[in-house]
């Protein structure tokens, strides 16, 4: 037994295994409710945009009740990419949503084992990448709240931290290509995210210059010391360039276009930070599962909890090195520079749970960037990930207490989180359901006019009260005689001829947004916007007109692609550079 736990596959493979029961129930046929129910119909208006060449994905056809607006244009789209690839497979948009949700876990798990091994050891990577895995948080968002962006921003926190590490210690380029790919997974994941991690970063990143400083023997003077970094200075802020770089085309348009659409029905009433807080009751006593709301105050029909294990753990662990820490107080040089790095995620865990507590209330507003992140409880996002990490330090402990039946402990350890955890990896609410009974009826309203307000253009006063027609809404005179023949349409684009038997104004049932082109018989016309829905009006003569119209970019758009374009050549030739050695070498 014990050359098994030695064997360098082991602790990978029993990690695998022992994930299998957080997706489980993602492999059954069948459909759960979630408070976010939008992810079928954004799987399927990627699927449309990508099927007509709109890429990158901007415009969505069939939301704002069929009028469209341009949700991928400020929406991040990793899970709808991820879900394409199932698409394409040949899997439904059940099975797809359900198998992205699956690959999150799968990935998630093996991108904490990579970091935690990395600096804990095979044992360490596997508790921490369980922890992980089975966080009462993580199977919220999956199985609660359908929240697929935030949950596949969490993939990428241990590939952050992961790739920053081996770039300070080994000052490689390959690590900053994939700090790079790793942050820009994080922005094309979810905005709020990116910004609430990157303080953490820091933090981590700063703590091991600070351990190459104080490990360094020579005791060279700290600005000698912070001179000999900048080359790896300068490569970590390239590295934030670069990843800005290949997600361009999302994150430009949102920083500079989000002035012509209205965001603030997603930051007031229900959606206001002060509203969401959670207890302490809630988050480190409370065992309470359930699929309901968050509510203002104490009774909540979701829970927020932290889980036993994953506060217990690391402050058991955290008792122990502040005793060695007293024990060698006089030679702290003694004290693994693990224990001080278990130290420090252990408190930014704790700062992040400060930070759903209503105590943080002078924090949020502070710095009224954060409130943007809407739920304060989204911080338990970053909560899992550091006390999972934190968790995988326990191996310190036990080595120094029994060594010799460590790695049974660490099974028992493992069984018991389970056991502790699992329940929470089966939805409470589920059933049979078929893409057609998806897409279809007071299904299909429901997705198309869910969330109607958001990112609606600025032109408009209200959104869209009914669904909209087939090309043209209204005709003015109403008594004008019109006929609509030889319609197409596409995801950002329509074509039809109009016949017209006097002069009117006609309303087209598409919402306004810059820069929408429309060309009479192949004529650039100009339109104007009517101001109730935002939709495009045209003053037309008598006759027969054909009329296109086409979602175009605008400069900050068109930039943005070419930018990504470069950025994401450069990565791929990068990532094929070994392969291309082997070939020439072989010649």
């Given at each position: 037994?014990?050359?098994?736990?030695?064997?360098?596959?082991?602790?990978?493979?029993?990690?695998?295994?022992?994930?299998?029961?957080a997706f489980f129930f993602l492999l059954k046929p069948g459909y759960f409710n979630m408070h976010d129910d939008m992810q079928m119909i954004r799987q399927l208006e990627m699927e449309k945009c990508l099927k007509d060449g709109q890429i990158p994905c901007r415009w969505t056809p069939d939301l704002g009740y069929g009028y469209g607006y341009?949700?991928?244009?400020?929406?991040?789209?990793?899970?709808?990419?991820?879900?394409?690839?199932?698409?394409?497979?040949?899997?439904?948009?059940?099975?797809?949503?359900?198998?992205?949700?699956?690959?999150?876990?799968?990935?998630?798990?093996?991108?904490?084992?990579?970091?935690?091994?990395?600096?804990?050891?095979?044992?360490?990577?596997?508790?921490?990448?369980?922890?992980?895995?089975?966080?009462?948080?993580?199977?919220?968002?999956?199985?609660?709240?359908?929240?697929?962006?935030?949950?596949?921003?969490?993939?990428?926190?241990?590939?952050?931290?992961?790739?920053?590490?081996?770039?300070?210690?080994?000052?490689?380029?390959?690590?900053?290509?994939?700090?790079?790919?790793?942050?820009?997974?994080?922005?094309?994941?979810?905005?709020?995210?990116?910004?609430?991690?990157?303080?953490?970063?820091?933090?981590?990143?700063?703590?091991?210059?600070l351990n190459q400083y104080f490990s360094n023997k020579t005791k060279m003077p700290l600005w000698q010391f912070v001179k000999n970094q900048t080359s790896t200075i300068l490569k970590l802020v390239l590295s934030g360039v670069f990843a800005a770089t290949l997600t361009a085309f999302y994150t430009f348009p949102v920083l500079l276009e989000?002035?012509?659409?209205?965001?603030?029905?997603?930051?007031?009433?229900?959606?206001?930070?002060?509203?969401?807080?959670?207890?302490?009751?809630?988050?480190?006593?409370?065992?309470?599962?359930?699929?309901?709301?968050?509510?203002?105050?104490?009774?909540?029909?979701?829970?927020?909890?932290?889980?036993?294990?994953?506060?217990?753990?690391?402050?058991?662990?955290?008792?122990?090195?502040?005793?060695?820490?007293?024990?060698?107080?006089?030679?702290?040089?003694?004290?693994?520079?693990?224990?001080?790095?278990?130290?420090?995620?252990?408190?930014?865990?704790?700062?992040?749970?400060?930070?759903?507590?209503?105590?943080?209330?002078?924090?949020?507003?502070?710095?009224?960037?954060?409130?943007?992140?809407?739920?304060?409880?989204?911080?338990?996002?970053?909560?899992?990930?550091?006390?999972?990490?934190?968790?995988?330090?326990?191996?310190?402990?036990?080595?120094?207490?029994?060594?010799?039946?460590?790695?049974?402990?660490?099974?028992?350890?493992?069984?018991?989180?389970?056991?502790?955890?699992?329940?929470?990896?089966?939805?409470?609410?589920?059933?049979?359901?078929?893409?057609?009974?998806?897409?279809?009826?007071?299904?299909?309203?429901?997705?198309?006019?869910?969330?109607?307000?958001?990112?609606?253009?600025?032109?408009?006063?209200?959104?869209?009260?009914?669904?909209?027609?087939?090309?043209?809404?209204?005709v003015s005179p109403s008594e004008t005689n019109f006929t609509i023949t030889n319609t197409q349409k596409g995801s950002d684009w329509s074509l039809f001829t109009l016949n017209l038997n006097q002069p009117a104004k006609v309303t087209l049932a598409q919402l306004a947004f810059p820069d929408f082109l429309v060309t009479d018989n192949g004529?650039?016309?100009?339109?104007?916007?009517?101001?109730?829905?935002?939709?495009?009006?045209?003053?037309?003569?008598?006759?027969?007109?054909?009329?296109?119209?086409?979602?175009?970019?605008?400069?900050?758009?068109?930039?943005?692609?070419?930018?990504?374009?470069?950025?994401?050549?450069?990565?791929?030739?990068?990532?094929?550079?070994?392969?291309?050695?082997?070939?020439?070498?072989?010649?």
């Open positions: 037994m014990k050359n098994l736990f030695k064997n360098k596959f082991f602790w990978p493979i029993l990690t695998f295994i022992l994930t299998i029961p341009p949700l991928f244009n400020f929406y991040p789209p990793m899970p709808y990419i991820v879900g394409q690839v199932y698409r394409t497979l040949g899997f439904s948009f059940v099975n797809s949503v359900k198998a992205t949700a699956a690959t999150q876990i799968i990935l998630s798990a093996a991108f904490m084992f990579l970091l935690a091994a990395s600096i804990f050891g095979p044992v360490g990577g596997f508790i921490a990448s369980l922890f992980y895995t089975y966080s009462p948080y993580h199977a919220l968002n999956i199985y609660v709240r359908g929240a697929m962006n935030e949950a596949w921003a969490a993939v990428f926190f241990p590939l952050v931290f992961y790739f920053s590490r081996r770039l300070v210690v080994e000052k490689k380029a390959r690590f900053l290509i994939g700090l790079s790919g790793s942050f820009a997974g994080i922005l094309l994941s979810h905005n709020p995210m990116a910004l609430t991690f990157t303080p953490i970063l820091f933090l981590w990143v700063l703590f091991w210059f989000t002035k012509y659409v209205q965001i603030n029905t997603m930051f007031e009433g229900y959606y206001h930070f002060s509203v969401h807080f959670a207890t302490l009751y809630q988050l480190f006593i409370s065992n309470f599962w359930g699929d309901g709301a968050s509510v203002w105050g104490p009774n909540d029909d979701m829970s927020f909890m932290i889980g036993y294990l994953h506060w217990i753990i690391p402050f058991t662990l955290v008792g122990f090195i502040i005793f060695s820490i007293f024990k060698f107080r006089k030679s702290l040089q003694k004290i693994d520079a693990k224990y001080w790095l278990v130290l420090l995620t252990t408190s930014m865990a704790l700062f992040t749970v400060f930070m759903v507590h209503n105590k943080s209330t002078f924090i949020w507003l502070l710095f009224p960037t954060i409130q943007k992140i809407q739920f304060p409880w989204r911080f338990l996002n970053h909560s899992s990930f550091l006390f999972s990490f934190s968790a995988g330090g326990i191996i310190l402990l036990i080595d120094k207490i029994s060594p010799k039946i460590k790695h049974y402990l660490i099974l028992i350890l493992a069984a018991l989180l389970i056991t502790l955890n699992v329940s929470y990896y089966t939805p409470i609410h589920y059933g049979p359901i078929t893409d057609e009974q998806k897409f279809s009826g007071k299904a299909w309203i429901n997705q198309v006019t869910s969330g109607i307000y958001d990112y609606l253009p600025k032109t408009a006063k209200i959104a869209a009260q009914g669904p909209a027609k087939d090309f043209v809404d209204e004529q650039k016309i100009n339109y104007q916007i009517e101001p109730q829905i935002g939709r495009i009006t045209l003053d037309l003569s008598a006759g027969n007109h054909q009329l296109f119209v086409k979602f175009t970019n605008t400069p900050v758009r068109t930039i943005s692609n070419y930018v990504s374009l470069v950025a994401w050549l450069i990565f791929g030739l990068y990532l094929l550079r070994p392969l291309w050695n082997k070939l020439t070498f072989k010649k």
